[in-house]
């Protein structure tokens, strides 16, 4: 069963960046296609970012032009680059294996003055 570790969350100001890291046990994670959601306070889990296990990209409407999804497959980690963050995307956020259906523990980020 793969593990994965998220890291790199807290508090931001509006308008201000954070990365998120996710690292993947196992020694398979190359070939995995993977994904960010986020869960805001009262609200359901949502898709944020996508990354195939070729690099292809997908994103919410409402992240475009401001978060990028990357992937290091030598490092076994997926990151979620959050560049003007809102006050609204404050939240928990996971890192998702989807054909493995694993999921990490969250990474709270806050976004407020």
């Known amino acids: 069963q793969v593990q994965l570790v998220e890291s790199g969350g807290g508090l931001v100001q509006p308008g201000g960046s954070l990365r998120l890291s996710c690292l993947a046990s196992g020694s398979a994670f190359r070939l995995f296609d993977m994904g960010w959601y986020r869960q805001a306070p009262g609200k359901q889990r949502e898709l944020v970012a996508t990354?195939?296990?070729?690099?292809?990209?997908n994103y919410a409407d409402s992240v475009k032009g401001r978060f990028t999804i990357s992937r290091d497959n030598a490092k076994s980690t997926v990151y979620l680059q959050m560049n003007s963050l809102k006050p609204e995307e404050t939240g928990v956020y996971y890192c998702?294996?989807?054909?493995?259906?694993?999921w990490g523990q969250g990474a709270q980020v806050t976004v407020s003055t």
């Open positions: 990354i195939t296990f070729l690099g292809k990209t």
């Open positions: 998702n294996q989807r054909a493995t259906n694993a």
